[in-house]
């Protein structure tokens, strides 16, 4: 089992910057490929980022690409979300999943319970 817990999630206005983080415990974080997925209200769940585990490759969906980065800190078995230039259309819940570096839900095994993220225009 892995526990993941999302924090630093906030209101921001448009333009501005927001880090979320996602500690794990539990099973070998450096095993497992780390992902960031958003829910806006009324919409799925969509991949944002991925990040291989041992942090050598990264994936983004078209919309973050050049304004997320993702990274990990194998040492602190913590994965981060950075964002900026972030846009009203950024607004929604960011959740951090383990399981295998692909942008599909369905390969990730274990799911933290998410963290709001406000983009005010």
């Known amino acids: 089992q892995v526990q993941l817990v999302e924090s630093g999630g906030g209101l921001v206005q448009a333009g501005g910057s927001l880090r979320v983080s996602c500690a794990a415990s539990g099973r070998t974080f450096s095993g497992y490929a780390m992902g960031w997925f958003r829910q806006a209200p009324g919409k799925e769940r969509e991949f944002v980022a991925t990040?291989?585990?041992?942090?050598?490759?990264?994936y983004y969906t078209d919309s973050v690409k050049g304004r997320f980065t993702i990274s990990r800190d194998n040492a602190k078995n913590t994965v981060y979300l950075q964002m900026n230039s972030l846009k009203p259309e950024d607004t929604a819940v960011y959740y951090c999943?383990?399981?295998?570096?692909?942008?599909?839900?369905?390969?990730?095994?274990?799911w933290g319970q998410g963290t709001q993220v406000t983009v005010s225009s």
């Open positions: 990040i291989s585990n041992n942090g050598g490759a990264t």
């Open positions: 999943a383990a399981g295998t570096f692909s942008h599909a839900p369905s390969t990730y095994n274990y």
